[in-house]
Nanobody, 116 residues
Framework: QVQLVESGGGLVQPGGSLRLSCAAS????????MGWYRQAPGKQRDLVAT???????NYADSVKGRFTISRDNAKNTVVLQMNSLKPEDTAVYYC??????????WGQGTQVTVSS
């Protein structure tokens, strides 16, 4: 059974930084893509950033230049470094993993609150 364990959320002031981490266990086949999505109250879940097996990345326009996604293939972990945080970044952040041949998985979510 695949499990995604997220960590690193919390409360930070505008302009601050947070680092989210997600570790996947129970993976059998290769992970084709890892990423982060977020959902603010009353809004849909939106893509934040993804990274594919070859290292290519994709970012939402709203986070380009501020967030950086990286992965450790050997440990099946993905990290989202978030800098210059803004109040509009406040949301529950979800880790997402796509495993070849088996499917897509979601973490339980971690709250990020940007407020003074």
């Amino acid at each position: 059974q695949v499990q995604l364990v997220e960590s690193g959320g919390g409360l930070v002031q505008p302009g601050g930084s947070l680092r989210l981490s997600c570790a996947a266990s129970g993976i059998i086949f290769s992970i084709s893509r890892m990423g982060w999505y977020r959902q603010a109250p009353g809004k849909q879940r939106d893509l934040v950033a993804t990274i594919i097996n070859g290292g290519g990345t994709n970012y939402a326009d709203s986070v380009k230049g501020r967030f950086t996604i990286s992965r450790d293939n050997a440990k099946n972990t993905v990290v989202l470094q978030m800098n210059s945080l803004k109040p509009e970044d406040t949301a529950v952040y979800y880790c997402n993993v796509i495993e070849q041949l088996r499917g897509e998985y979601w973490g339980q979510g971690t709250q990020v609150t940007v407020s003074s």
